[in-house]
């Protein structure tokens, strides 16, 4: 995003111009005496001292006036793991040169920064980028830097924080920018070996005996679109007659249903409070979930009982002449907002489309809980048709003897249900299963063994899909 400083307000320091004005009158006294006495050694200590006085208050009030900043990401959504570059450039529209222009710019959530010399990876994570940049008149300065995405999340770069002083270093300004720019980071997606799962059928037989493939030649009837349809499925003849998509019905239907659960809260005694490793654990294990199923042909749907970064919260300002009352209450919102805790869904959809739809999902959620996954349950029916496959994706400490009974009425009511938990498999020991069918996945060795696999070649696709994804 582009922003010039022109349009923002900089507040002066009057206090300090007034306390300057001692050197403007010793000026002009200098000078007075130097046209009395005639000597030109007085007048050049008259020409030294306005020029102390002027050259302060010159680069106090214009330094950070003209000035266009900017700065963008090469990609705006990349997997975990990836590499991304950010670009910031600064313009210098002015006659007036800034030797000395301290630029921070502030990383929410913070960044591990490759080093320009070596690129090798920084043990700390960033969450200022400062340096000290040199603008001639007219210059236009760009530096970059390159980051390892090993954060899921929703990061906004900005806002970059400008200093200047004057070349005595006396009096500094400064001006916060609000050029914003957002960068979503996907849920690392192991392959279902990396998991302990089998790549066949990690989730058993299919839920029902219906056919895997549809016959199109036996329609029973027509129903209204649902956004995520096969566009196959459309009924252009009734769609034509009533002027309103509608979609066929076929008699054996063979579209599959999965349901991802993610229950994302859990407790450590250790840490008393949130397992944040255990937490991204789960989250990638059911982004790793999702993306085999829909690889797999299923209709993928989510529910979390999280909430989700809004995207309006970090997304860039408009370029087009902002007031400067409207840029001060967009530069108020220095911190991210996350939407309200109602659950988080995505519909059931098995289109190309769903692949970004549920990765950037998992990628905005944030480590809240909107209440108990077995009540979410009760209040999102519609996610529970018949015939669907149930995959509750949960921490071991989280998991209750209500969610369990919850999940053996759906059962009972013809779906496939399935546990996938992570942390430690002995803390679900106090909690009766039944005869549900459990997978373990691992705790946080399981994490670290994912994480540093990411990019290893030998190891195969940590990191990114065991496929091409089809994002849109």
């Given at each position: 995003m582009k922003m010039n400083t022109d349009l923002l307000s900089i507040n002066y320091d009057e206090d300090l111009l007034k306390r300057r004005r001692p050197w403007y009158w010793l000026a002009l006294l200098l000078f007075v005496f130097s046209l009395f006495t005639g000597q030109p050694l007085l007048f050049l200590t008259?020409?030294?001292?306005?020029?102390?006085?002027?050259?302060?208050?010159?680069?106090?009030?214009?330094?950070?006036?003209?000035?266009?900043v900017r700065q963008y990401v090469n990609h705006r959504n990349v997997f975990f793991g990836e590499e991304v570059t950010l670009s910031v450039s600064i313009e210098n529209h002015k006659f007036l040169p800034l030797p000395w222009l301290k630029v921070e710019n502030k990383i929410v959530p913070p960044l591990a920064v490759l080093s320009k010399k070596t690129y090798r990876l920084q043990h700390a994570r960033r969450e200022t980028l400062a340096g000290t940049w040199l603008l001639w008149a007219f210059q236009h300065v760009t530096r970059q830097y390159r980051m390892r995405c090993q954060e899921r999340g929703f990061h906004r770069f900005g806002p970059v924080r400008l200093r200047s002083s004057d070349p005595f270093g006396w009096l500094e300004c400064e001006v916060t920018v609000p050029a914003l720019?957002?960068?979503?980071?996907?849920?690392l997606i192991a392959p279902l070996e990396a998991l302990g799962l089998s790549s066949v059928h990690p989730l058993g037989e299919h839920s029902t005996t219906r056919r895997l493939l549809e016959d199109p030649l036996q329609v029973a009837?027509?129903?209204?679109?649902v956004l995520g349809d096969d566009p196959r499925r459309i009924h252009w003849k009734a769609t034509a007659r009533?002027?309103?998509?509608?979609?066929?019905?076929?008699?054996?239907?063979?579209?599959?249903?999965?349901?991802?659960?993610?229950?994302?809260?859990?407790?450590?005694?250790?840490a008393e409070g949130t397992d944040l490793e255990i937490q991204e654990l789960t989250i990638a294990t059911a982004a790793s979930l999702g993306i085999w199923a829909l690889d797999e042909g299923y209709m993928v749907g989510l529910l979390a009982n999280c909430s989700?970064?809004?995207?309006?919260?970090?997304?860039?300002?408009?370029?087009?002449?902002?007031?400067e009352e409207s840029e001060t209450i967009k530069l108020d919102r220095e911190e991210f907002s996350a939407s309200d805790l109602s659950p988080v869904g995505v519909p059931f959809s098995s289109d190309d489309g769903q692949y970004e739809r549920l990765l950037s999902t998992l990628g905005r959620l944030v480590p809240q809980s909107s209440g108990s996954i077995g009540t979410l349950?009760?209040?999102?029916?519609?996610?529970f048709p018949l015939g669907t496959t149930v995959l509750l994706v949960s921490a071991t400490s989280s998991l209750d003897e209500e969610t369990i009974e919850r999940l053996q009425d759906l059962r009972m009511r013809g779906a496939a249900v399935h546990l996938m938990l992570t942390g430690n498999p002995d803390t679900s020991e106090n909690v009766e299963t039944y005869d549900l069918p459990v997978h373990f996945v691992g705790g946080k060795e399981k994490w670290h063994e994912l994480i540093g696999s990411v990019g290893n070649e030998k190891n195969g696709a940590v990191g990114t899909s065991s496929s091409i994804l089809r994002l849109d």
């Open positions: 008259a020409l030294f001292t306005i020029l102390v006085a002027i050259v302060p208050d010159l680069w106090y009030r214009n330094a950070l006036r003209h000035l266009v720019e957002s960068l979503v980071v996907y849920p009837g027509v129903r209204d679109y009533t002027g309103a998509l509608r979609s066929k019905v076929y008699e054996t239907p063979a579209l599959r249903r999965l349901l991802l659960l993610l229950d994302v809260w859990n407790y450590s005694e250790a989700m970064m809004a995207l309006s919260a970090g997304q860039a300002l408009p370029v087009s002449q902002p007031t349950m009760d209040t999102e029916e519609r996610m």
